[in-house]
């Protein structure tokens, strides 16, 4: 069985819980917790490290995409939307039927958003810049409140991007 290792990293809008091996990042999650309970150690594996700092690059404004090793754990359907979702690019958003047409699966529109809820890679696969057909913020598990602040930030770094 793979060892797998846990680090808290304190956002502005409150605490990522990070999971992963020796190897990858396994998942990215919002956690009610008011405060970290894991922190940086020397022993720390430096994949939890990266993806640390690349986070805080995040939210600082000078990071736009994420280089660190994750890996999926889903079904092949969600795997492929949650690929589908790495290409929307950084402070855009779209529709669940975008998703659904650009994987082939125009009909699938649910299913879409099924595995959209089931991403645990949040923030990294950007499940939060997808809106309803009505241009509405529809679910995020993170809370709505988190959707609406990253989809600002990310519109307001958006403009410096170079």
Known sequence: MIKKYKLHYESPIGIIEIVGSNEAISSIMFIEENEKISSLLVDTPPVLVECYNQLEEYFKGHRFDFTFPYEFEGTEFQKTVWEALTKIPYGEIVAYQHIARFIGKEKAVRAVGSANG????SIVIPCHRII????KLTGYAGGLWRKEWLLNHERQ???VKV
């Open 118 to 121: 089931k991403n645990k890679l």
């Open 132 to 135: 309803g057909s009505n241009g």
């Open 157 to 159: 770094f958006k403009k």
